[in-house]
């Protein structure tokens, strides 16, 4: 070996051997790290302790949990055995009673709300219609349809028969109107279900027993004339009805209808007249409102159109009518407002509830129309009958002329809250089940008497 790489080899053995030793032998501790040793064995010995503490708490919790599960259960089992129900019947009674207090609440609420929003909308529509009614002044009274003709003397009727019943056979087959020829004195009667026909029958017998010539040529003569000037005041009737609710012109076929309606009457109501009258109460309400007055007013007017022609058309007057408007070129609003003033089809703008509201302001208004003592009984029991049909109902009175309806409930079976949601559910099926004018206001009366004697 090289003299000068063995020194170099002996030389770094050795540097290794003097490394080695000086680690692996112990170094006396110094100052230092024996502090540093007892600060951490202090610190090993207190979290043993928090340990041991935080486990004895768990514990004596765990204990605790045991004792009260154990008191509440006696508790629940004595409790039981006292109100002789079980735990599953005591909840269920809980859940019941909490359910009947939030319904009692919900209806409270419902009602207050209810309330607030019927005041504002009160407010509201009794300031419009008063303004429209106020703005609007027609006559109380209106003439009925005359299908009768007054004769001078008993011997005209056996001129108007004619011999073997000539005169009346070619007067019937002229009009398409029924003679009736019976013990009134002084008086015969026409009858027709076309209000015009019929009102050119009484034309056409009045200038015959005027003129005293009654055969059957006069007869055909005379109906000609009467013809020729109802039609002609038919189309004046229509016109004029235009002109009195502003609506501008109007196609010949509803000018024609329109002056049909002057021999029509609902109730004793004439039509034509009822027509003009919503027409001015659509117009003065959609002022009020910020709507187009002419589109009101033009819906009102010819709201009831079909009228004049639901006895040559199947259907109701309010589709038949629609029909015709719309077969006439009206617009889309008014034809909607006409099918849609008694709730047949949907409404699909304000105008529609502009023109059922004042068909019903017209309608119910004091004299404007007349009914059958019959169909007054008739609607009053309805009334009554549909109030008794609900549960808990022990009597029910019709008063106020059929516009009220006061209703007598069990007080043991009806709360307060119910008795709230029986009187919507009532006026809910008056609604649907009846057909009356104006409204009908329910009302129902709960009272808790308690009686008791001294002795």
């Known amino acids: 070996m090289d003299p000068l790489l063995a020194t170099a ?229 229509g016109r004029r009805a235009l002109l009195d609710a502003d609506v501008g012109d109007a196609h010949p076929r509803v000018v024609e209808l329109l002056g049909r309606l002057q021999w029509r009457t609902s109730y004793g109501q004439n039509v034509l007249r009822h027509a003009v009258e919503v027409a001015h109460l659509c117009g003065a309400m959609a002022g009020e409102l910020g709507l187009d007055a002419r589109t009101a007013r033009r819906a009102g007017l010819l709201h009831d159109l079909g009228k004049a022609v639901e006895h040559d058309v199947e259907g109701g007057h309010a589709a038949v009518g629609a029909d015709v408007a719309r077969r006439c070129g009206e617009a889309p609003l008014v034809v909607n407002a006409i099918a849609s003033h008694h709730e047949d089809v949907p409404q699909e703008s304000a105008y529609a509830v502009l023109a059922q509201v004042g068909d019903a302001i017209s309608a119910a208004r004091p004299g404007a129309r007349s009914d059958t003592v019959e169909k007054y009984v008739r609607r009053l029991a309805d009334l009554e009958r549909v109030a008794a049909s609900f549960a808990g109902v022990e009597d029910a009175y019709a008063i106020q002329a059929g516009r009220e309806l006061r209703v007598l409930v069990d007080g043991k079976a009806v709360s307060d809250a119910a008795a709230l949601a029986l009187a919507r559910e009532i006026a809910a099926a008056v609604e649907r089940e009846l057909a009356y004018p104006g409204e009908v206001r329910v009302t129902v009366l709960r009272e808790t008497r308690a009686v008791s004697y001294a002795r």
């Open 9 to 237: 080899v002996g030389a770094t053995a050795g540097a290794v051997v003097a490394w080695v030793v000086s680690r692996s032998w112990p170094r006396p501790p110094s100052a230092a790290d024996e502090a540093r040793r007892r600060e951490v064995e202090a610190r090993a010995a207190a979290a043993e302790r928090a340990v041991e503490e935080a486990r004895a708490a768990t514990e004596a919790a765990a204990a605790a949990r045991r004792d009260a599960e154990v008191l509440a259960a006696d508790a629940k089992a004595r409790l039981a055995a006292a109100a002789g129900l079980s735990p599953a019947e005591a909840r269920a009674r809980a859940l019941e009673e909490l359910d009947r207090e939030l319904a009692q609440e919900r209806a409270r609420r419902v009602e207050a709300v209810a309330r607030q929003a019927r005041e504002e909308a009160d407010a509201r529509a009794r300031a419009v219609v008063c303004t429209a009614l106020q703005r609007v002044a027609v006559a109380h009274a209106t003439e009925r349809t005359v299908t009768s003709v007054p004769l001078p003397d008993e011997a005209m009727k056996g001129r108007v028969i004619g011999r073997e019943g000539r005169n009346a056979k070619a007067f019937e087959a002229a009009t398409g109107c029924d003679l009736l020829v019976d013990e009134t004195p002084g008086v015969v009667t026409i009858s027709a279900f076309d209000p015009v026909r019929r009102e050119v029958a009484r034309r056409a017998l009045a200038a015959l027993v005027a003129d005293g010539r009654i055969q059957p040529a006069q007869i055909e003569e005379a109906v000609a004339t009467a013809r020729r000037a109802v039609e002609g005041e038919v189309t004046e009737a």
